[in-house]
């Protein structure tokens, strides 16, 4: 039983590029969540999505999407990378709104 | 929608000491609250829960306390620890975090 499994753990993107930042797990949950954190601050939330074929948007949503095409997996990806979207990124599951979530061990993505 | 909120950005207490860590919400509806710890470097780690139908609740040195007239809640660490630095967000059924509240245990 792997928990939440994030990858990669590192990564750096020059502006522009797009990327996939990879979440899977093994808990057959099915609320699956994604949030950036930045320096000094809370987590934000980006996306969620409350079973397999159903996301929608949270906090902060622009620049990001999502999909759940699996209860597993759930995926996020920069379209378009900017140096705003540096931040740590965490994702997170649970089996419903009245659980506490399981979150990941986070992707640390910088944007230059 | 709903908010949390912390009251205190940072918190430093003596090893041994007991700590109080406060947070406070907006939505009198919300009927489920969890207390998560962050450590340097990793994700959020779920300590403890506590339902709307509840006032208290008590874990492994962990105590959390829930006043639902003033919309309050509060996390109770016993004989606080080096291993207990980090940093402490409360978090309501929205899936709402407060900004967190960094504790640093002193020798």
């Known amino acids: 039983n792997a928990g939440v499994t994030q990858t990669p753990k590192f990564q750096v993107l020059k502006t522009g590029q797009s990327m996939t930042l990879q979440c899977a797990q093994d808990?057959?949950?099915?609320?699956m969540s994604w949030y950036r954190q930045d320096p000094g601050m809370g987590l934000r939330l980006i996306h969620y999505s409350v079973g397999a074929g159903i996301t929608d948007q949270g906090e902060v949503p622009n620049g990001y999407n999502v999909s759940r095409s699996t209860t597993e997996d759930f995926p996020l990806r920069l379209l378009s990378a900017a140096p705003s979207q540096t931040s740590v990124y965490f994702c997170a599951s649970s089996y419903g709104v009245g659980y506490g979530y399981t979150f990941g061990s986070g992707t640390r993505l910088t944007v230059v | 929608g709903e908010s949390v909120g912390l009251h205190l950005p940072t918190l430093s207490v003596q090893e041994g000491d007991n700590s109080i860590i406060n947070c406070a919400y907006s939505?009198?509806?919300?009927?489920?609250f969890i207390w998560y710890k962050q450590e340097s470097g990793k994700g959020p780690q779920f300590i403890i829960d506590?339902?709307?139908?509840?006032d208290k609740r008590q874990g492994q040195r962990v105590t959390v306390l829930l006043n639902k007239t003033v919309k309050h809640l509060s996390l109770q660490i016993a004989a606080t620890q080096p291993g207990d630095s980090a940093v402490y967000f409360c978090?309501?059924?929205?899936?709402?975090f407060g900004p967190g509240t960094r504790l640093s245990v002193l020798p």
């Open positions: 808990m057959n949950h099915e609320y």
């Open positions: 939505n009198s509806a919300s009927d489920y």
């Open positions: 506590i339902r709307s139908n509840m």
């Open positions: 978090a309501a059924p929205a899936i709402v």
